[in-house]
């Protein structure tokens, strides 16, 4: 399916359709339903019976085939889960051994007779050696085969392969139309959930973090040291990597910039008051400094740092950020 937010950008492609290159590169903001718009296209690449507007038909054999994830000419790569582990702190990948698979079957005969599709997502998520790999398909590809990379994070893609793709933006949704999806499909709190996700709507839903979060935004609120210590130790227990907290952290930050600046908040807006409480007593120049640090440690964010360590150090750094000394 497409989004109705993204109905524009298939008109687009669609009206170049007998056009297509071997490869195209779908980017924009992660949870706005590039993977979706990808599925379709991949969809009515193997169709069979398309329509006049280049959709798939949805009846024939093919789009029987790929709706029920067996269509012998369509090629996932994605980063896998090891059955029985959790994914935990890791960082998954997309690996060589995986794209070294896909490579050598796309170079034989087709099964159905059409096109050979292949889908990376998210592309960034290759690493080098697979990243390569693929680069050299896409250098010189094989007949009838067409790659299609989604990509929520464009400048992390070798520069070769963002060459050798037809790139395709996909802008996020309305704020309207992002609303109007969440409580379509029952979301509570759509509001401060939407706000918190910048926009994306697809996000996928984690009740247990969302209340983790609160308890952590009542701590920056009015920290404490002991419950500092405390929230650190029940952090850890929880086994999510370091990311996930600073990705919370630097979005109270930023919007405690925003209010020194008498600007609403974007991620925060239930907190508005408790954000520019802290504003009221804190100066920029210290701000940017545990920004800084912050900054520095996002590289780190899936490392095997005792993340709790991490926690401590900083959520110490804000309490003398928040007295002000």
Request: aromatic share 10%.
């Amino acid at each position: 399916m497409i989004y109705p937010w993204h109905q524009p950008q298939w008109r687009q492609l669609a009206a170049h359709w007998q056009n297509r290159p071997n490869a195209w590169l779908f980017t924009g903001r992660q949870n706005t339903g590039k993977t979706a718009f990808a599925r379709f296209t991949a969809q009515a690449l193997l169709c069979e019976s398309p329509t006049e507007g280049c959709e798939p038909c949805g009846v024939c054999a093919s789009c029987h085939l790929f709706a029920q994830n067996s269509h012998p000419d369509f090629y996932e790569l994605t980063p896998e889960i090891p059955d029985g582990e959790a994914v935990g702190r890791k960082l998954l990948q997309i690996k060589i051994d995986a794209v070294r698979a896909v490579v050598e079957d796309i170079y034989l005969t087709s099964v159905r007779g059409g096109l050979r599709v292949v889908l990376v997502h998210p592309a960034e998520n290759m690493n080098v050696q697979a990243a390569n790999g693929l680069l050299k398909a896409l250098e010189e590809p094989p007949a009838h085969v067409v790659f299609l990379l989604v990509t929520h994070a464009r400048d992390k893609l070798l520069p070769t392969i963002k060459s050798r793709c037809r790139q395709l933006v996909l802008p996020p949704p309305s704020r309207e139309a992002a609303l109007d999806y969440l409580r379509g499909e029952g979301v509570e709190q759509a509001e401060a959930l939407l706000a918190f996700h910048s926009g994306a709507p697809l996000f996928e839903a984690a009740p247990e973090l969302d209340g983790v979060r609160r308890e952590l935004l009542d701590l920056l609120a009015a920290p404490r040291l002991l419950a500092i210590l405390d929230f650190a130790a029940a952090f850890d227990k929880l086994k999510q990597p370091l990311a996930v907290f600073i990705d919370w952290m630097q979005k109270w930050l930023l919007d405690v910039g925003l209010a020194q600046q008498g600007m609403p908040p974007l991620y925060y807006p239930e907190y508005a008051q408790k954000l520019a409480d802290t504003a009221a007593k804190t100066d920029a120049g210290r701000l940017f400094a545990l920004t800084g640090r912050l900054n520095a440690l996002s590289p780190y964010g899936y490392h095997t740092l005792s993340v709790k360590m991490q926690l401590e150090f900083l959520l110490t750094e804000y309490l003398e950020f928040w007295q002000n000394k």
